[in-house]
């Protein structure tokens, strides 16, 4: 029985539900009032449930899919601007004993090489990091609780911290571990962790069972109900994600909305990111060999569609995807990109020997970091290395309420404006320089508040001088 409150997998991701939406969809796919009253609906920017939104998927009207991207354009620029935040992933370690068949690091495979930084390695990693301009990492470590115990994480977290090399500094870990229980969820928050990211994977428990043929995280409820332990144990920040291509994409999608309910409905907060990946190839990985591939077009639309549903959730989109599609989904929705990523143990010290690969999977954008803000400029875009939020105690519900009332404007556009100024001080390239000088003083004028307006260029001003870290 489907029931968005209950804390049972199968109830709040129903599987019967899903098939009913799918029909439901596919049977007004063609009703053009509905779909103008969703669409209305959708004006409201209170979002969508999973049904409207499935209808708004089935529909393939090329009119009405212009008007759903430019809507999916009008929120992302009200709640977002043109503001986009930049992070990096870090991988710890690849040893894992999960059976995963669409990952390179399943335990199956013998060739790949298996790498675990040591703090030493760690810290290295994060000045390399921190010299292209990063202050946002994303963590990323294998299912193995004798190679990667939760212990072996928190010191890492530690490191990350406290590594202050010239004037740079991580100022916010995300961490995406497999998942785990109330209490090391209950250390991780008291580590000082950021959001805690969790893809699903596959909502569809039959194909989820059939791709983790073995190990802890071939148990779907225990996964699928993590998000619930993660803020049971004062985790306020969660994300979501699927893996695009490992089943139905209607179905994810369907899926993806329902669990956002679901926190929604449990917790009084929705995610706060959704992550949208598609299958790579990887060693040991062909994406062809998963039949539920989807084009560049579907892509976007699911991107512009999360993006109308769930308005106030950051999306994000990593360096799996090419420079091209990247353009066209930031102007539809997405808000925080990865730049400059390597996803092998090790990746930003030292380039991998052919025979040692211990990547993830191909990165598709391989530009600098550098290269990668000076682009988002061109574009129109403020490249944001803003981590205010939760080092301000705005997370969760509370996060969510300034989100809503659109009060976290006054925040984030300012904190935008002296991040990048930092990294422009600190790490850009005289040609990058010059456009973000340039953009900074015409963005000063799209602070909403005089009175921010004011501090916010008096702290670049003192940003000049060689002081750092400020924030609203
Ligand atoms: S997806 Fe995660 S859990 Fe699965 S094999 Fe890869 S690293 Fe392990
Ligand atoms: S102020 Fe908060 S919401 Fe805005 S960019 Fe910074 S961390 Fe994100």
């Given at each position: 029985m489907y029931n968005p409150s209950s804390l049972k997998a199968e109830e709040f991701i129903n599987h019967e539900e899903i098939i009913d939406t799918l029909a439901y969809a596919d049977a007004n796919k063609d009703n053009l009032e509905l779909i103008d009253q969703i669409l209305e609906k959708a004006k409201e920017r209170k979002g969508l449930n999973h049904r409207e939104a499935s209808v708004l998927l089935a529909c393939d009207n090329k009119e009405k899919i212009e008007e759903m991207y430019a809507l999916a354009q009008q929120i992302k620029q009200d709640f977002y601007g043109n503001r986009i935040v930049m992070f990096a992933p870090l991988y710890?370690?690849?040893?894992?004993?999960?059976?995963?068949?669409?990952?390179?690091?399943?335990?199956?495979?013998?060739?790949i090489a298996r790498k675990k930084l040591t703090q030493e390695e760690i810290k290295r990693e994060v000045i390399a990091l921190q010299d292209m301009g990063h202050k946002r990492l994303a963590l990323e470590a294998g299912e193995?609780?004798?190679?990667?115990p939760i212990e072996y994480i928190l010191e890492s977290i530690k490191t990350i911290y406290s590594i202050k090399h010239k004037n740079g500094a991580i100022r916010r870990v995300n961490v995406n571990i497999a998942a785990t229980t109330v209490e090391e969820y209950r250390m991780l928050k008291d580590a000082g962790i950021g959001t805690y990211i969790l893809f699903q994977?596959?909502?569809?428990k039959e194909s989820y069972e059939k791709l983790h043929?073995?190990?802890?995280?071939?148990n779907y409820a225990y996964h699928t109900e993590a998000m619930d332990r993660a803020m049971e144990g004062g985790i306020d920040d969660v994300g979501l994600g699927v893996l695009f291509g490992l089943e139905m994409y209607r179905y994810e999608f369907a899926g993806l909305l329902m669990h956002a309910e679901h926190l929604e409905a449990v917790h009084g907060v929705g995610p706060h990111t959704i992550s949208v990946p598609r299958i790579k190839r990887a060693d040991d990985i062909?994406?062809?060999?998963?039949?539920n591939g989807i084009d560049d077009e579907t892509f976007a639309k699911i991107c512009a569609l999360i993006r109308i549903c769930v308005p106030y959730t950051g999306m994000i989109i990593s360096t799996r995807e090419s420079q091209a599609v990247r353009e066209k989904v930031l102007k539809l929705g997405v808000s925080q990109i990865s730049g400059a990523?390597?996803?092998?143990?090790?990746g930003y010290c030292e380039e991998e020997p052919e025979e040692e690969n211990s990547e993830q999977f191909d990165v598709?954008?391989?530009?600098t970091l550098d290269e990668v803000v000076k682009w988002l400029m061109e574009l129109g875009c403020i490249p944001s290395f803003c981590t205010a939020c939760y080092r301000e105690g705005r997370t969760g519900d509370r996060f969510m309420s300034l989100c809503k009332s659109g009060q976290i404007q006054n925040c984030c556009q300012p904190n935008a404006l002296m991040t990048l100024k930092e990294y422009l001080m600190d790490y850009a390239s005289e040609d990058t320089k010059k456009i973000g000088e340039a953009l900074i003083q015409a963005e000063?004028?799209?602070?909403?508040k005089e009175k921010v307006k004011e501090i916010c260029k008096e702290n670049l001003a003192k940003i000049e001088q060689g002081i750092r870290d400020f924030r609203f």
């Amino acid at each position: 029985m489907y029931n968005p409150s209950s804390l049972k997998a199968e109830e709040f991701i129903n599987h019967e539900e899903i098939i009913d939406t799918l029909a439901y969809a596919d049977a007004n796919k063609d009703n053009l009032e509905l779909i103008d009253q969703i669409l209305e609906k959708a004006k409201e920017r209170k979002g969508l449930n999973h049904r409207e939104a499935s209808v708004l998927l089935a529909c393939d009207n090329k009119e009405k899919i212009e008007e759903m991207y430019a809507l999916a354009q009008q929120i992302k620029q009200d709640f977002y601007g043109n503001r986009i935040v930049m992070f990096a992933p870090l991988y710890l370690s690849n040893y894992c004993i999960n059976g995963c068949v669409y990952c390179p690091y399943h335990i199956s495979n013998r060739h790949i090489a298996r790498k675990k930084l040591t703090q030493e390695e760690i810290k290295r990693e994060v000045i390399a990091l921190q010299d292209m301009g990063h202050k946002r990492l994303a963590l990323e470590a294998g299912e193995d609780p004798k190679n990667n115990p939760i212990e072996y994480i928190l010191e890492s977290i530690k490191t990350i911290y406290s590594i202050k090399h010239k004037n740079g500094a991580i100022r916010r870990v995300n961490v995406n571990i497999a998942a785990t229980t109330v209490e090391e969820y209950r250390m991780l928050k008291d580590a000082g962790i950021g959001t805690y990211i969790l893809f699903q994977e596959t909502y569809h428990k039959e194909s989820y069972e059939k791709l983790h043929p073995y190990g802890p995280k071939s148990n779907y409820a225990y996964h699928t109900e993590a998000m619930d332990r993660a803020m049971e144990g004062g985790i306020d920040d969660v994300g979501l994600g699927v893996l695009f291509g490992l089943e139905m994409y209607r179905y994810e999608f369907a899926g993806l909305l329902m669990h956002a309910e679901h926190l929604e409905a449990v917790h009084g907060v929705g995610p706060h990111t959704i992550s949208v990946p598609r299958i790579k190839r990887a060693d040991d990985i062909d994406p062809t060999a998963f039949d539920n591939g989807i084009d560049d077009e579907t892509f976007a639309k699911i991107c512009a569609l999360i993006r109308i549903c769930v308005p106030y959730t950051g999306m994000i989109i990593s360096t799996r995807e090419s420079q091209a599609v990247r353009e066209k989904v930031l102007k539809l929705g997405v808000s925080q990109i990865s730049g400059a990523s390597r996803t092998s143990v090790g990746g930003y010290c030292e380039e991998e020997p052919e025979e040692e690969n211990s990547e993830q999977f191909d990165v598709s954008d391989k530009r600098t970091l550098d290269e990668v803000v000076k682009w988002l400029m061109e574009l129109g875009c403020i490249p944001s290395f803003c981590t205010a939020c939760y080092r301000e105690g705005r997370t969760g519900d509370r996060f969510m309420s300034l989100c809503k009332s659109g009060q976290i404007q006054n925040c984030c556009q300012p904190n935008a404006l002296m991040t990048l100024k930092e990294y422009l001080m600190d790490y850009a390239s005289e040609d990058t320089k010059k456009i973000g000088e340039a953009l900074i003083q015409a963005e000063l004028e799209n602070i909403p508040k005089e009175k921010v307006k004011e501090i916010c260029k008096e702290n670049l001003a003192k940003i000049e001088q060689g002081i750092r870290d400020f924030r609203f």
